[in-house]
């Protein structure tokens, strides 16, 4: 419940909404709808100005984006290829498609608004999607950081048999001199580790 | 009897997921030209304007079929980027087909390297290496490229190609996805200094005075599936008899497309499928393409080939070169066995129902039911 705590402060700051949609009026009702909440909105119609621009720009929090938008591939590559954080993404729809919105959401969409939708409902929405992605955003961190300890340890550990096989050392002599000469170079272990295994692969080599 | 009894297709009507682009071709014309119908087919094509929505709508069975970038069934089998979901090619729409604009400020930059002539092309990418190393010592921002998908050749050529020249595509550039169909506006907004996109957005850069088709996918990667004519596993095990008969339609009409004539046809047809004049289509159709406003067209016979001996016939070593790519590109699981990569092949590659196809066909065409040329 800790971390429900956490994201109401954050939501209580302002927050900015790049809608992007050639649909005014849909726009603009949702902009209406979100008047006087902590979501400041701007509206581009995607064929006007350039996405990536006005991302880089505008920096929002949340993008609400048509989702018959060409821009939905840009939208969706900003999380997996560029070096552009990762934002909340919110789909619009005119009809109401539930096997096409569970779809999105797997994703990596935060939440969905089709045609029918209150727009009183627009704040809740906003904060659903929020929320959801902060959580997703968790899981996938602690996921990178788990696989990259795993890979570390792969590569100490590998260049840990080599010592032990090539200088007679024991384990723990081994881990030993790894971590001090890490801590001499101001290296990580992972580093030290690969520098070892390829000095003493082109040792052995040239034996 | 009828084809529909012949064949005893479990659904005749069809949705079929389509991008606006040359290679769409074999689709289009399918319908055009009334060969779907002949197989007892009614077919709606489904223009979709970003692959995200011909994902999505494929796997959850809003599209009964779609063109999709090559690599797109190995990613959504794998699950990368969106939902798992096993999806088949037993079918390859197109081959090559992509090619590489630069913006003309950047062509124009290279130009005043080489003494002011234009460089040989295709472009070799060490001018691209020089440029690089130039803005790194003068502090200026990085060549940013775009691709128009992350699971597309057209990425993965884009960075051989640059590779060559030594180019570290993950520090020294910057790469972006921007869907074809945008492609031209951004470059013409200087948001990018080139991309690698399918025709016809090339040819409309280079007709627009807006940049220079520098080389070809064919000439980074030799005769390269591009479109696959996708469905889902579970579709394909439903509708084994449907999918058969479209696997037909289709190849009956990319025989047709290996003519000229019939390709000006085509061409034609694009028009309002695309948005674009037929002075834009035509081109790369007809194995031309264009490199500047005023200068000479380069002859690339196998720009867009729709079928050549076996072209359609999907192999696992294509599929194999895919993920090598894939894995290039940082986007398999560093723990991806081998063995692992062999099953996502078999699952995935599906030579054997283009071969039930071809033999079905054979058994149609001695019944007399079907002609084609």
Redesign the interface.
Known sequence: MAVKQKKSTTAAKLLTVLIIDDNMDRAQTFEAALKDTPYLVKHLAHTSVSLLKEVEKTEPDIILIDIESPNRDTIESLSTISAFNPKPVVMFSEQDQPDLMRESIKAGVSAYVSGDTNPERAKFILDVAVARFNEHQGLRNELSDAKRQLESRKWVDQAKALLIEKQNMTEQQAYSAIRKMAMDNGQKMEDVAKNLISMMQLMGGAK | MTIQQDLALEQTDLDIGIVALTDCAPLVMAKHLGFFEQWGLQVNLHIQ?????V???L????LDAAQMLAPMPLASTLGL???KCDVINAFNLSMNGNGITLSTALFEQIKQLNNGQEPVLPLDSSWIKQIVQNKRDNGQAKLRFAA???YSCHLFQLRDWLSIAEIDVDNDI??????P??MT??LE?D?IDGFCVGTPWNTKAVRAGIGATVITSCDIWQEAPEKVLAVTSQWQQQHPNTFIALLAAVQQTCEWLNSTANRFEAAAVLQTYLGEPLDVIAPSLIGSCLTTQNGTPRNIPAYNRFISKDANLPKLSQGRVLLDKMATAHQLP?DFTQAQKQQLLKDVYRPDLYKSMLDMKKKMTQLGDIQYS
Do not use: C, F, K, Q
Not at chain 2, 49 to 53: E, G, I, L, N, P
Not at chain 2, 59 to 62: A, F, K, M, P, V
């Open positions: 304007h970003s692959w995200a929505t994902r999505d709508r796997h959850t069975g809003l980027n969106g939902a128009v998908y992350p910057e790469i972006i996805i921007i869907p169909t945008e506006a951004a907004n948001e560093h």
